[in-house]
Structures are given as structure tokens and as C-alpha cells.
């Protein structure tokens, strides 16, 4: 069935290092979406992007959509305490409204 | 904008307990979904409604899972009984309009069954 691969599971930086995350999916995808869930807390919408080769910028965060509609990566610039937490992909199912998550990048501030 | 809200926080229960959870979605949302997350299995979506209506509920793990819409401003997920393998955050969250409106999550329930 359709999937979304996210890697890495986990990634450990210094403050000040960049971090990224990368998800695949099995089928082009009309749309992907990004969310940030803090530790304790819940997925919180970051972007949406929808067009072939999208990039979006957030301040230090970058987001790319892939030509071919079937990867995205999220990029933070210059990692900050306040950027901790698990980003999420997620890409509608067919025609279906559900979404399909990836399994999520914890995002680790060496102290 | 209250966000979506749903009650309570925390639910510790024993095992064959009946458990309630509630949800109350953003205002002129026709969207709500419940969505389940462990640490094994990630987040899962449960069910979802469109307009109070159910429209899918192939992710409801078994019979013991009921969810309900009585009207646009209130859901409820029902757990009888409850087993301990149910322990996990349960999500509602809620959309607006199109497919693939960006979701609204509320804060959670964290439920244990011991």
C-alpha cells in the first residue's frame, strides 16, 4: 500500500548545527504537509507544499517538494533549543481524505 | 480561536473500565478526525466525520472502539472495555473545507489502563 518513509528516526546535533529530514513517498503525492510536535505536546501545522519543486521558507526553516511529487525535506538552519521536538510529513491518501504520516525525526540538542 | 478542545488530559482506568473521551473542534470546521499515537506504532487515524457524518472508520482497532457526532461541536470516543494495550495518546483534530486542509490538533488524552 501507500507509504511515506521518513528518515532519519532520530537526529542529535550541537546547538548551532543544521538538521535535516527527508521523507519518500510510494505514490506522487498532490500535496505534502510538515507538523512540529513538541515533546509532551501535540502536531502542530508548519506548511503545506503543493507544487512540483516547491521551496518555502519559515525564517531558518527550509522546505522542499521534489520534482516528481514523491519527496519532501525540511532543513533548519543554525538548530535552537526552541527547535526540540518530532517533525512529522504527511500526504493525502489517493482520493481518500486521510492523510498518511511519516513516522517522524526526533530532533535531539546535545547539551 | 480556542483551538480544538478535548477533555480530560489524563485518564487513568483499570483494565475492562469503560473510558470516554471528548472533543470540542474550531468553530465552522466540517472536518474532525481521531487519531490515535504510541511509541510503536506511530500516529494512527482511528476515524474521521465530515459534516457529523462518519466516513471512515476502517482504523477503529475492534468493536470495542465507538466514536460518535451528535452535533458540530462535540465528539466523543468510546473504549468498552478497556485493555491495557489501549494505553497511548488519543488526538482529535479538526479541518475546514477541502481535502487536505491542514488539521487542527487539541491537546490529547493521555490514557492508561492499568
Known amino acids: 500500500g501507500q507509504q511515506v518513509m521518513q528518515i532519519p528516526q532520530y537526529q542529535h546535533v550541537q546547538e548551532g548545527e543544521d538538521f535535516t529530514t527527508y521523507c519518500n513517498s510510494s505514490?506522487?503525492?498532490?500535496?505534502i504537509q510538515w507538523y512540529k510536535q513538541r515533546p509532551g505536546g501535540h502536531p502542530v501545522f508548519l506548511i503545506q507544499?503543493?507544487?512540483s519543486g516547491e521551496v518555502k521558507k519559515q525564517k531558518r526553516l527550509t522546505f522542499q517538494f521534489g520534482e516528481a511529487k514523491k519527496n519532501s525535506s525540511l532543513h533548519i538552519t543554525a538548530t535552537q533549543t526552541t527547535d526540540v521536538g518530532t517533525y512529522f510529513c504527511?500526504?493525502?491518501?489517493?482520493?481518500?481524505?486521510?492523510?498518511?504520516w511519516g513516522a517522524g525525526t526526533k530532533l535531539i540538542i546535545k547539551p | 480561536d480556542a483551538g480544538v478542545i478535548q477533555s480530560p488530559r489524563h485518564e487513568v482506568t483499570e483494565m475492562g473500565q469503560e473510558v470516554t473521551l471528548r472533543c470540542k473542534p474550531i468553530?465552522?470546521?466540517?472536518?474532525l478526525f481521531w487519531y490515535r499515537q504510541t511509541m510503536m506504532r506511530g500516529l494512527e487515524l482511528l476515524i474521521y466525520?465530515?459534516?457529523?457524518?462518519?466516513?471512515?472508520d476502517s482504523g477503529m482497532p475492534e468493536d470495542r472502539f465507538s466514536a460518535k457526532m451528535p452535533n458540530a461541536s462535540f465528539s466523543t470516543l468510546k473504549i468498552q472495555p478497556s485493555e491495557p494495550r489501549d494505553s497511548a495518546v488519543y488526538f482529535c483534530?479538526?479541518?475546514?473545507?477541502?481535502?487536505?486542509?491542514?488539521?487542527?490538533f487539541g491537546n490529547g488524552t493521555r490514557l492508561t489502563v492499568t
Open positions: 483534530a479538526s479541518s475546514w473545507g477541502v481535502m487536505d486542509s491542514p488539521l487542527h
Open positions: 468553530s465552522g470546521h466540517d472536518y
Open positions: 466525520f465530515n459534516n457529523n457524518v462518519p466516513i471512515d
Open positions: 505514490t506522487t503525492l498532490s500535496n
Open positions: 507544499l503543493v507544487k
Open positions: 504527511a500526504g493525502p491518501r489517493g482520493s481518500n481524505y486521510q492523510l498518511i
